[in-house]
């Protein structure tokens, strides 16, 4: 029997489903979006007397990198805890890559089990618990927190065990961090890219865990704006939307590209494989491309359409 497994031609990731459901894996995907310089807060919730000793001397032991292994694909997840309350989840990639998803995070020591709020939006915080065990590991539930949801009471059998690897609270320079667009920063011009690419993992994560691809942001699951300063993003399902689905995004402004990002099933060596690409338009276009085709014989490589090129790297 196949199974669906993710790839994207030059950068794949791995999507850590042993230890993050899907609901924290796409708002975990969409925090990406937020810019460096509007990075989620949360505000204290424990009285700063009550929280002085005991909730600071837990954050001093969090601070650091903490690592856990997939036992089936080998792929190491990694957590960075940092004296901003900044909390990076690092997923690698299959070709040595990653990418850091920055969150923000409120520790509560006084109650047990040990809350944490992860703020992975200004709109979405994602509650759980967890401990610091006797030998100096990290035990956080991740199996099934989801942004809305109520916080656990008690540890799940599959909670995620993380060993602590380095006090280093910095990502390595090597890892991107990725930011959309901004009021700051509407004129790079990775910023389309950054959001198709963004929405395409959303939607290849959704097809692992449905079956289809989602008809729009609300059945993705995910909290986002489709219109910035400078595009308006629209997705477009396709039929019955378990073959292929398009992101397109078009300029506000006129000198400016228009892009179509797709993502695609198709079978390698009797497995189904999602692979996603965006095309950029030749020339300015108030329209976006049409509609990419699937790859062909041994490529994994979407086909753009004339006027337009693929982008690598996405």
Not at 40 to 48: A, H, N
Not at 86 to 111: C, E, H, M, W
Request: aromatic share 6%; with cysteine; hydrophobic share 35%.
């Amino acid at each position: 029997m196949s199974h669906v497994v993710f790839h994207q031609p030059q950068r794949s990731l791995w999507f850590p489903y042993q230890f993050v459901t899907q609901g924290l894996l796409l708002a975990l995907l969409i925090a990406t979006g937020t810019p460096v310089n509007a990075q989620p807060t949360i505000p204290p919730t424990v009285g700063p007397s009550r929280q002085t000793s005991e909730t600071n001397a837990v954050i001093n032991q969090l601070l650091g990198q903490w690592q856990i292994k997939d036992p089936t694909t080998e792929q190491v997840l990694t957590l960075i805890f940092t004296p901003q309350n900044q909390l990076f989840f690092i997923l690698p990639g299959n070709d040595g890559s990653a990418i850091a998803i920055k969150t923000a995070y409120q520790v509560r020591a006084t109650t047990q089990p040990m809350q944490l709020d992860m703020a992975l939006t200004p709109d979405q915080t994602a509650l759980t618990i967890f401990e610091l065990t006797p030998q100096g590991k990290l035990r956080l539930e991740l199996n099934g927190i989801t942004p809305g949801q109520p916080r656990p009471s008690k540890f799940s059998p599959t909670v995620s065990l993380l060993e602590k690897v380095s006090d280093v609270t910095t990502v390595p320079q090597n890892i991107e961090i990725l930011e959309l667009e901004s009021k700051t920063s509407q004129s790079r011009p990775n910023i389309p890219t950054q959001y198709i690419t963004l929405l395409n993992r959303a939607q290849q994560a959704f097809h692992l865990e449905k079956g289809k691809f989602a008809a729009d942001i609300d059945e993705l699951g995910i909290a986002t704006n489709l219109e910035t300063e400078s595009y308006r993003y629209q997705i477009v399902p396709v039929g019955d939307r378990t073959q292929s689905v398009a992101i397109t995004a078009q300029p506000k402004d006129a000198g400016l590209p228009s892009y179509i990002g797709a993502v695609f099933v198709t079978e390698v060596e009797g497995d189904l494989i999602t692979v996603a690409g965006i095309c950029e338009s030749d020339r300015p276009a108030s329209s976006p491309p049409n509609m990419p085709t699937p790859p062909t014989g041994d490529s994994l490589e979407i086909q753009c359409p004339v006027g337009s090129r693929l982008l690598s790297g996405k």
